[in-house]
């Protein structure tokens, strides 16, 4: 062998070598990654336009045990779900498109009874909330008192209201003589009516979220009074959501005056 092919060989060997030792090198991190538990995202809550073309759809889709949450177009309707809700539908052979997506945390904290439904106290410290986040839109008027509290009875109620509109000084008073027309939703009349005050709880966060934001929503609230009751019976509510997840079967108000007729005595 020659001397120039001998060197040839040398820098082959050379070169295989360094390429061995760099393959090692590159694989060795995927060897650990391998090991390493995968990390699976958290699902998120989404708000889907389901599509309906006949009303055989809309039949089928309402009926079908989907979270439907209002129709908003002509041709589709609002659902509640997450990723695998969105294939199922689609696999009955929807066509789906997502809305927006949630906040999950923001939205299903703090619930606390029944699975989910939100006591008394957290309606008050809601509108409170909403009036101290928006002075120049909200304020929370007590506009009388509840039957346990006029007769000095435990657990008695303020009764409130939460007046939005874009303020002016006079606005949102207790005055029939107002100037701009209102609007008044009064929700949870009856103690058992527990889904009503989750809506005028949305009710309130859309109106106030999408002012300056939705054109609609701004001239409503500069030209208009929307008043919202949450719970226009805090009393029997209070005694409801005493039962936790089996709420108690109350529902009047807390007036015991000709008898007891609630669940528990």
């Known amino acids: 062998m020659t001397r120039v092919k001998r060197s040839a060989l040398v820098m082959c060997l050379a070169a295989l070598a360094v390429g061995f030792a760099l393959l090692a090198i590159v694989r060795a991190p995927t060897t650990i990654a391998a090991s390493e538990p995968e990390v699976t995202p958290a699902p998120r809550l989404v708000v889907l336009r389901v599509y309906v073309r006949s009303l055989d759809d809309a039949a089928r889709l309402t009926s079908g045990g989907w979270d439907v949450l209002e129709a908003r177009g ?8 997450d990723d695998v809700v969105m294939r199922r539908l689609r696999a009955q052979g929807f066509d789906v498109a997502i809305d927006h997506v949630l906040d999950a945390a923001a939205e299903i904290s703090p619930f606390s009874y029944y699975g989910g ?29 509840s039957w346990r509290k006029v007769n000095s009875r435990p657990d008695g109620h303020d009764l409130k209201a939460i007046c939005i509109t874009k303020l002016r000084p006079g606005d949102c008073a207790l005055d029939p003589e107002a100037d701009k027309p209102r609007f008044l939703l009064i929700a949870a009349v009856h103690a058992r009516e527990l889904s009503t005050a989750e809506l005028a709880w949305r009710w309130i966060d859309y109106l106030v979220d ?50 007891n007729c609630s669940d528990p005595p």
């Open 74 to 81: 002509p041709d589709y309707l609002l659902v509640m779900g």
């Open 117 to 145: 439904y939100r006591s008394v106290a957290e309606h008050d410290q809601h509108m409170d909330g909403i009036a101290a986040a928006h002075p120049d839109l909200a304020v929370v008027v007590d506009y009388g008192d």
């Open 210 to 259: 999408n002012y300056d934001v939705d054109p609609d929503v701004t001239m409503l609230l500069d030209y208009n009074e929307m008043w919202i009751i949450p719970v226009a019976n805090p009393d029997g509510r209070h005694i409801v959501e005493q039962g936790g997840n089996s709420p108690y079967l109350q529902r009047k108000n807390a007036n015991d005056s000709l008898g």
